[in-house]
């Protein structure tokens, strides 16, 4: 019984900084690598950054490089994703998802457990 529970998402400006949590409940699962992906509407679910299980890897999508941080607090079993330098782009819901792998991994199928999302959006 593994749940993910995004936090964080709002409405925010161009330029902005956003700061979201996923708070993982019920099974431990800090031994794993954690992803963020993100979707907008008429759009695939995108990449966005990855983890490794003990937090000495991460690896970004190329829309983000640069501009978004994932770290973890294995404590508290929760991932953050600091967002800043945020785009209209930018615009998706975000999930958070856990892996069976543990290094960092960048397609959908590398992830079992999900959160519901949260929403982000960025105007201009």
């Known amino acids: 019984q593994v749940q993910l529970v995004e936090s964080g998402g709002g409405l925010v400006q161009a330029g902005g900084s956003l700061r979201l949590s996923c708070a993982p409940s019920g099974r431990t699962i800090s031994s794993y690598a954690m992803g963020w992906f993100r979707q907008a509407p008429g759009k695939e679910r995108e990449f966005v950054a990855a983890i490794s299980w003990s937090g000495d890897s991460t690896y970004y999508g190329n829309s983000v490089k640069g501009r978004f941080t994932i770290s973890r607090d294995d404590a508290k079993n929760t991932v953050y994703l600091q967002m800043n330098s945020l785009k209209p782009e930018d615009t998706a819901v975000y999930y958070c998802?856990?892996?069976?792998?543990?290094?960092?991994?960048?397609?959908?199928?590398?992830?079992?457990?999900w959160g519901q999302g949260t929403q982000v959006t960025v105007s201009s």
């Open positions: 998802a856990a892996s069976v792998y543990l290094n960092p991994r960048d397609t959908v199928s590398a992830y079992v457990h």
